[in-house]
């Protein structure tokens, strides 16, 4: 009697041990590890870019079926520099300013960022940051990336550089009229050649690649 008794109480606590383990064991939840979202096709955000205490906003237009990424510079109370990536591997990274025309074009051997580019990031847990909660990744130590936990927007980025990006907003669907997306006569009529940056614009260009044309090449 009391043999079965406690033989019978004893299956009980070892099935609910057995699902405990199974639940919490480290395979599981690893396959419960959440992926960062991939980016919309198009969309128009605006980032607020902070490196070492310079800060600029930045108006990015990501446009994958028009094989095009556009990332518009506004350096705090200073100038505006645009800088035009197209998939084929070219850059224009220019200014408007009618007195002092500048124009750099780069040809890297990698385009844009694909929409998928964050596949296969090591999922680092939970962070609060700009008062979100978030979904927190790492890519090959280069970047790290802050996904809102409930809508999924991106809301931070980090690069190992220290250059960090705060989204101020994120417009799935917006997309740049055409020829806003037309690079000035200026960077066609000179020649093209490693050695046409000058040191203004090459100190511009650093800034900017940071952010982006740097990061599939690492990948
Ligand atoms: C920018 O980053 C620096 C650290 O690099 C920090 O001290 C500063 O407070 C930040 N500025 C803003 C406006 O977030
Ligand atoms: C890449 O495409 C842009 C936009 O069409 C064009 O201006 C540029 O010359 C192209 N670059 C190459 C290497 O074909």
């Known amino acids: 009697m009391g043999v079965a008794t406690s033989c019978s109480l004893g299956i009980l606590p070892s099935l609910l041990l057995f699902l405990l383990i199974f639940w919490f064991s480290p395979g599981s939840s690893k396959e419960q ?105 790492q890519k090959v130590d280069f970047i790290w990336y802050y996904e809102d936990v409930v809508t999924k927007k991106p809301v931070h980025w980090v690069f190992y550089t220290g250059r960090e990006a705060h989204v101020m907003t994120f417009e799935v669907g917006a997309v740049l009229e055409d020829e806003k997306w037309q690079a000035p006569a200026y960077c066609f009529n000179k020649k093209v050649d490693d050695e046409n940056h000058n040191a203004d614009a090459s100190q511009l260009v650093d800034g900017v690649l940071r952010g982006s044309n740097v990061l599939p090449s690492a990948l």
């Open 33 to 137: 590890d959440p992926s960062p979202a991939p980016w919309p096709h198009q969309f128009h955000a605006i980032l607020f870019m902070n490196y070492s205490g310079i800060l600029q906003k930045i108006d990015l237009w990501y446009d994958w079926p028009g094989g095009r990424n556009f990332n518009i510079v506004q350096h705090q109370l200073g100038d505006v520099l645009y800088d035009l990536e197209w998939n084929n591997g070219t850059s224009f990274i220019y200014n408007l300013d009618s007195h002092n025309h500048q124009c750099s074009s780069l040809q890297l051997e990698v385009g844009i960022l694909r929409p998928n580019w964050l596949d296969g990031a090591e999922y680092l847990g939970q962070r609060h940051v700009d008062g979100f909660l978030c979904n927190v990744w």
